[in-house]
């Protein structure tokens, strides 16, 4: 599997590539050989980046070559009382079949978080999805293949993420067949366009291949980079949710170390969906994650909630619901979903949802892929655009990694 890394210069440079399937030790060698600090480094668009030390090694799990893991940790004396150490162990598997979406092709990324004091508490209480929390003494820090990282000044970071070319997890697929893959020449990123000087193989829209997670109702709205104001509410991004997709775009927020319980609100057009009484049952959306740093969490509003029912004019929330699904991290294709029973309001409301997101470090983003099926909002309304002119999947192959919280 590659793994992109970006060394810290004066006069930043893009992403370099590792081919840790080819040459095993291509890891190793850089860290023997390149003077100087880390800056990022980037597996599947899980960014690894803004810790003190980071090592990366190619692994054989459950048989399975090709796997890479990633570790990256926090316990510069200088910079972090004890309580605040911690690490992070990501294992990251290539592209496979997702059985939780309809076998659409997808990550298969999961960490194990070694911390202390409150973080670990915290994290021991809620533990994001395909998570295992462990107390930092049991962490092994690997040393001997380190890089290192070094702070600079904000508008030198800055630079360097101006000088990155933008790859997602979707741009990992060598090991796919062609008919999985188009090619992608240029991409569009926060209103801007980008030409690429050689074009790159990308994986493909899964639910127009059939494959998603089929909801019961018929109705379908998609996430678009589309200005939508919800005077309701002060998000990164108010966006819309329609009917019909457009051209490919990502759109990125900068969260750093805080919890931002509103960087996406997405709403339907007017009368939309055109119902004066919501069904009762299950509202749900998928968001389709290009890039994220290791440490972020999203999905999951932690204040507020994450499925709203709009006034015309969507200066008010008239009605709200959580969602039962939690945290979610690293990069892919993730549904969150709500059980959901409205009160009867006006055939005029819209329907909306919202995305949060909580840092862990200085630095810390995510970058969302929208306007393509993929990334989607739906409900148990049985009337209207359904979404459902793709064939259903035919293959099914389990690639879940299980959840687990161990308590010392």
């Known amino acids: 599997m590659n793994l992109l890394v970006q060394d810290t210069l004066a006069i930043p ?34 960014m690894l980046g803004g810790a003190d030390h980071v090592a990366v090694r190619p692994v054989t799990v459950d048989g399975e070559p090709d796997c890479i893991e990633a ?11 004890p309580d605040d150490f911690r690490a992070r162990v990501w ?35 809620s533990p994001p999805q395909n998570t295992i929390v462990l107390p930092w003494a049991d962490f092994n820090a690997p040393s001997s ?16 993420l101006a000088a990155q070319t933008l790859w997602g997890w979707r741009h990992w697929v060598d090991h796919l067949d062609e008919g999985e893959v188009d090619w992608e020449a240029e991409y569009t990123h926060d209103g801007q366009r980008v030409q690429l000087a050689t074009p790159r193989r990308m994986l493909k829209v899964q ?3 059939g494959r998603w997670s089929k909801a019961k109702g018929t109705i379908t709205y998609y996430q678009r980079d589309t200005d939508r104001a919800a005077g309701w509410t002060s998000d990164t991004h108010e966006d819309a949710l329609e009917l019909t997709t457009a051209t490919a775009a990502t759109e990125s927020s900068t969260i750093d170390g805080f919890n931002v319980p509103g960087v996406w609100a997405f709403s339907t057009p007017d009368n939309e969906p055109n ?29 507020g909630s994450d499925f709203f029912r709009g006034s015309l004019d969507l200066a008010s929330s008239l009605e709200s619901v959580d969602s039962a699904t939690g945290a979610q991290s690293g990069t892919g294709l993730f549904i969150t979903t709500a059980s959901w029973n409205p009160a009867a309001g006006a055939a005029n409301n819209r329907y909306g949802i919202r995305v949060g997101a909580n840092g862990d470090s200085h630095g810390d983003a995510i970058t969302l892929r929208l306007n393509t099926a993929d990334s989607y909002a739906d409900g148990p309304w049985s009337t209207g655009a359904d979404g459902t002119d793709f064939p259903w999947p035919q293959t099914y192959q389990p690639v879940q990694t299980p959840i687990a919280v161990i308590s010392y």
């Open 275 to 303: 119902s004066p009484d919501w069904p009762d049952g299950t509202y749900r959306y998928q968001l389709d994650v290009t890039a994220a740093s290791e440490g972020l969490t999203h999905g999951d509003v932690s204040t």
């Open 71 to 81: 570790t990256s940790w926090w316990d510069d004396p200088a910079m972090y009382i």
């Open 91 to 125: 294992t990251i598997k290539p592209l496979d079949h997702d059985p939780n979406l309809g076998g659409a092709i997808n990550t298969r990324q999961s960490q194990v978080v070694y911390a202390a004091g409150a973080r670990y508490q915290q994290l021991l209480a």
């Open 207 to 209: 639910r127009e291949m």
């Open 13 to 46: 440079g893009d992403w370099r590539s590792l081919d840790l399937k080819a040459d095993p030790l291509a890891w190793e060698k850089l860290v023997r050989n390149v003077p100087g600090f880390l800056m990022m480094g980037n597996c599947q668009g899980l």
């Open 145 to 160: 293949i380190a890089r290192h990282g070094v702070q600079v000044p904000d508008a030198l970071y800055q630079q360097h």
